[in-house]
């Protein structure tokens, strides 16, 4: 027999030995993995407190584990679900210690994930506690220096196909599917990067932490709807979509910058609507010394600046700047979702100017701000066949749906007993209520623009709505023409009719209606049964005091007020009624038409 053949059948037999290993090897892993599956469902329920339910557990070739059917959960809620999910370990490492570790990890790459992610009232996200991994198997875990070492960083990988998105705050739930996510994360190099698509929908993260933190965000085309559930501005969010990009940096000294553009666009029905954005920013620490840019609905463009002023008494400087600002072109750039109530929408109205104001950051929190420049007043020129102002200049029968959904309605004028003229409403009970509900009532057009800075102010530093910024005018629109739905198409909505109404109606008229409409409690509209249920008298007969407190409850009409309520209300209200009383001396109201 020649060498060559010996060679050749030494070759043969080698690999027959070696297929032969490789396959007892591979029989001996997969029944050595199938036994894990108990103890690392155990292993996962001890360390991060979850549930974990597995269909299968097998091994997958040459370097990892495939699980199939995977369900993890807390308190009775499924937190993920996935119909197969891989996991990639550094084999090696794993044999050196002979111990699952969640730093064997190399990568994980799911099949048919499903994510239910649920944020408390408190606003925190309802998610296991985390917690020190621990190792599963011999007495080293992999990724540790034998010994008690340094921690080795190693990188991951992170796949995910078909992945489902179910969002609930208590704003309400949402469904969101997206073809595919990636991610990878380098602790060494300290870079990640994470990737998501789904049908048009795109989004990229960039970032680095050294030398310098950097953050890049790139996204085309993604829907903002899950900014739903987090704001109780009820935007129209469910068919807008935004395009751009974003860089922030951070250097080693603590300076921190900022670069954004971008554009936000709905599609059909709401294809008129482009919105472009740039932004710059710059700082120190986790305060930004100036934030400017520009703003562009359709045509119309505002430069904007936010600038910190640090010496003396911090205040932050707001300028917006309308090089040639049309309110007609505005409103024609802007969706009819906007405002659906209002299909024959005209307004007219100019702004070539700065407008400038100043809010202190530090107490006691006082604004300022007026616009210099070139204006001509916005004005409503129509708003549909629904809304006829016009006819509130007699009386008129007001028709209405309780708090409970029940229709009603309220004849305001003469013929109604309880009517009340401006001529007859004491002078004290109009002061208590533009003391507690709008102190500019008499000197404004319907809207305040000092409320809406001292109200945004308030919201921001509380970090919730604490404050609102109705007017009176405001609140009628509201009431005559609107519905209780707290939506941004009715506060847009709500802005115009007050305009309308300022436009049609004096002050006195407008007062007029409003108290003689306004909810008192439950099934008490208007002054007069207001003051005949609270305190068995007529509204001449109120006391200051007794005003005080009827317009104290307008913000809250449906709390559970007895009757004869004033020696029942806390010690604050107490408080907060000598605050009125005190500053209704201060008011000056006109005197009734005609006079």
Known sequence: ?????????????????????????????????????????????????????????????????????????????????????????RLFRFLKHRSLHPRLLKSLRFQGL????????SGEWFLPAPGVPSRLGGDTPGGHAAGGGRTTADHIRISIRDLALDITTSRGSLQRRYDRLDAAYDPAAQTGRLSLHGGTEKMEIDFRAEPERRVTIKADALGLQPLLLFTSAGLPLDRVFLRGHAEFRESPAGEIALQAAGEIFARAPDEALNVRLTMGGSGIGAGWNEIRGELTFGGEKVLYSFRTDRKGKPVVRISLVFPDFSFERFIAALPRSFYPHLPELQVTGHLRGVFAATVAAAPPYRTAGGFTGEATPLRVLALGPRIRIGELKKPFRHTFRTAEGKPAAIFVGPENPD?????????????????????????????SINQIIEATADNIRAGRVVRGASTI???????????????????????????????????????????????????????VPAARHYFRKSPGELTDRECAFLASIIARP???????????????????????????GEKEIPAPEGE
């Open 1 to 89: 027999m020649s060498l060559t053949n010996r060679r050749w059948i030494a070759a043969v037999v080698f690999l027959s030995l070696l297929l032969v290993v490789l396959t007892a090897t591979y029989a001996l892993v997969r029944r050595q993995v199938k036994n894990w599956q108990p103890r690392l469902v155990e292993y996962v329920r001890l360390q991060y407190g979850v549930d974990c339910e597995l269909s299968a557990l097998d091994y997958a070739f040459p370097d990892g584990l495939r699980a199939s059917g995977l369900r993890i959960a807390m308190a009775n809620r499924p937190l993920l679900e996935a119909a197969e999910a891989t996991f990639r370990i």
């Open 114 to 121: 499903k994510l239910h992610l649920r944020r408390l009232p």
């Open 419 to 447: 009517f009340i003229p401006y001529a007859a409403i004491p002078p004290r009970m109009i002061r208590a209520v533009i003391t507690a509900e709008d102190g500019g009532f008499f000197r404004h057009r319907g809207i």
């Open 558 to 584: 449906t709390d559970d007020w007895p009757e004869d309520p004033l020696g029942g209300v806390s010690a604050g209200w107490q408080q907060y009624l000598d605050l009125i009383v005190r500053k209704m």
């Open 473 to 527: 005018t405001m609140q009628l629109a509201k009431n005559l023409y609107l519905s209780r739905e707290r939506t941004f198409s009715r506060k847009f909505e709500e802005l115009f009719i007050t305009l309308a109404l300022e436009q049609e109606l004096s002050k006195q008229r407008i007062m007029e209606i409003y108290l003689n409409i306004i909810e008192w409690g439950e099934g008490i509209y208007g002054l």
